[in-house]
């Protein structure tokens, strides 16, 4: 009568969506200033006041038939073009307006580029810790996913444990710098290696394999860390970009999927990405916000918060006695638990109203993730309890 699989994943949302219904149900019965919701990456910043000063112009300037019409299946033209020029005149790149795919978003751009690229027997590496839907969308595309986890210590890849889980079956290796949930941004010498070994297995195996870069943080680095771009390093990058938390845009599922000439049969596997996007129903990104993010290239919203309310939670966390890697991008802490089991920890934590993500679904159990992109008064508000909860465990 319907499909089973698409019902498991219907029924049962992630663990992340349901501590954010949890935490909406809880401020209602006990109210939102008493609960401390850390579950969700969703920006606590505005969007930057020139999104709005550009959704005015064009409405009040561009025929309603063009502003919300459909655009080309590949997206707008200048807006392609216009953001060409802005990475190459970042970047230093060469690319054109006809590598890119505009999407609703980076979920989008993943899941079209795996069915693009997915040819039968294909498998996927994931590193571990990595945003859940990873699975969602490899599995539904067809690929079978490798897990391999991180450097235990660092969060850094483990390129000796990515050398053995490459194969002949390997088509991609997804990054995602800065990370979640680690907050981890690969630096140059990492990116160096990681392409070293992967131009190595390209000609142990005769075949291309490619790494899908997941950039929806690029820009949200903390001090003077930088996110090298990746393209530059290794030619089978593709790369999967959205405007969501740079813009802080989430809602309105923006973004694109570049596909740069050195990309082994870079014109077909655009063709293949626009047919996977016919194929999924994800044509013509939604056209007014394709034009606003042209006007609002190499714009972000006030991303300074993010950084105050990490050195606030670093600093807390550990003088209470927790250990964490200090992130350097994104806005997640990556916690270890204090007690092996980080659901159980996550249970006690509810009881002061503290509500984290257990680690168990970014396929690296015994931590936790906290969201911090929330208001650095609420972190204020949640000290108390953080100090009553490590009270449990030191
Ligand atoms: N990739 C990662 C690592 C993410 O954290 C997210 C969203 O949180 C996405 C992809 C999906 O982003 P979008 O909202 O652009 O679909």
Do not use: W
Request: charged letters at 25%; one cysteine or more.
């Amino acid at each position: 009568m319907f499909s089973n699989e698409m019902y498991e994943l219907g029924a049962h949302s992630s663990v992340i969506r349901e501590i954010f219904e949890y935490a909406k149900k809880r401020a209602e019965d006990v109210g939102r200033e008493n609960i401390f919701d850390f579950s969700i990456g969703n920006p606590s910043v505005p969007a930057p006041e020139i999104v709005n000063e550009t959704i005015k112009r064009l409405v009040d300037s561009v025929p309603s038939t063009e502003l919300h019409g459909y655009t080309s299946a590949v997206g707008d033209n200048s807006v392609r073009q216009a953001l060409a020029e802005y990475l190459n005149r970042t970047y230093s790149t060469h690319f054109r307006k006809e590598n890119f795919y505009m999407t609703a978003g980076a979920a989008a751009s993943l899941t079209i580029t795996l069915n693009a690229l997915y040819e039968q027997g294909d498998e996927l590496i994931v590193l571990a810790p990595y945003f859940p839907e990873y699975r969602v969308f490899a599995e539904k595309a067809g690929m079978r996913v490798k897990v391999v986890p991180s450097d235990e210590k660092t969060l850094l890849p483990d390129f000796a444990a990515i050398e053995s889980a490459i194969n002949e079956h390997t088509k991609a290796i997804i990054v995602n710098s800065p990370n979640n949930p680690s907050g981890v941004v690969l630096d140059e010498d990492c990116v160096k290696t990681l392409c070293a070994l992967l131009e190595k297995k390209q000609r142990e195996f005769n075949k291309d394999i490619f790494l899908i870069s997941d950039e929806p943080y690029r820009e949200l680095v903390y001090g003077d860390v930088e996110v090298p771009y990746l393209t530059k390093y290794y030619n089978n990058t593709i790369v999967c970009y959205s405007f969501s938390k740079s813009l802080s845009l989430p809602g309105e599922r923006i973004g694109y999927i570049l596909v740069p000439d050195e990309v082994a049969s870079s014109g077909e596997i655009f063709k293949a990405v626009c047919g996977a996007g016919r194929a999924l129903g994800f044509v013509c990104a939604p056209a007014l916000f394709q034009f606003v993010v042209k006007e609002c290239l190499g714009k972000t919203a006030e991303l300074s918060v993010y950084e105050t309310n990490r050195d606030l939670l670093v600093n807390t966390v550990t003088r209470l006695g927790f250990t964490c890697a200090k992130p350097d991008g994104a806005f997640y802490l990556f916690m270890k638990s204090p007690e092996k089991d980080a659901a159980a920890f996550c249970e006690r934590a509810k009881k002061y109203e503290l509500l984290f993500v257990p680690s168990d679904s970014f396929g690296f159990p015994g931590y936790v993730r906290i969201a911090y992109c929330v208001s650095t008064e609420m972190i204020k508000r949640a000290l108390p309890a953080f100090e009553k909860l490590a009270k449990e465990y030191f």
